[in-house]
Nanobody, 121 residues
Framework: QLEESGGGLVQAGGSLRLSCAAS????????MGWFRQAPGKEHEFVAA????????WFGDSVQGRFTISRDNAKNMLYLQMMDLKPEDTGVYLC????????????????WGQGTQVTVSS
């Protein structure tokens, strides 16, 4: 029901835009967000926003470099990543169905399979 795309290999300092397409049901009234997972590590909160995009919150490590947006008419969620660093490498997962301000993976009810982002130094 959630499918990510847009990952790839990029050099440090570069940019990528991730997309998440929702299908099967509408998440237009739901908080949605992005997490990432590096090998051997737990899910790390990246960014999220509420249903109308007026409330957005970010993980400390990406604040000021990443932006999150959504298009409810198209059932799409986006993550614009700039000034990428090697430590941003990981599988990026789209998540949905959480409460306002949620930062824990356990608080999200729906997940995509993820898209790999690799940042080379």
């Amino acid at each position: 029901q959630l499918e990510e795309s847009g990952g790839g290999l990029v050099q440090a300092g570069g940019s990528l835009r991730l997309s998440c397409a929702a299908s099967g049901r509408s998440f237009g009234r739901s908080t949605m967000g992005w997490f990432r997972q590096a090998p051997g590590k737990e899910h790390e909160f990246v960014a999220a926003l509420n249903w109308n995009g007026l409330s957005r919150w970010f993980g400390d490590s990406v604040q000021g470099r990443f932006t999150i947006s959504r298009d409810n008419a198209k059932n799409m969620l986006y993550l614009q990543m700039m000034d990428l660093k090697p430590e941003d490498t990981g599988v990026y997962l789209c998540a949905a169905d959480a409460k306002l301000g949620s930062r824990r993976a356990s608080e999200y009810g729906y997940w995509g399979q993820g898209t790999q982002v690799t940042v080379s130094s």
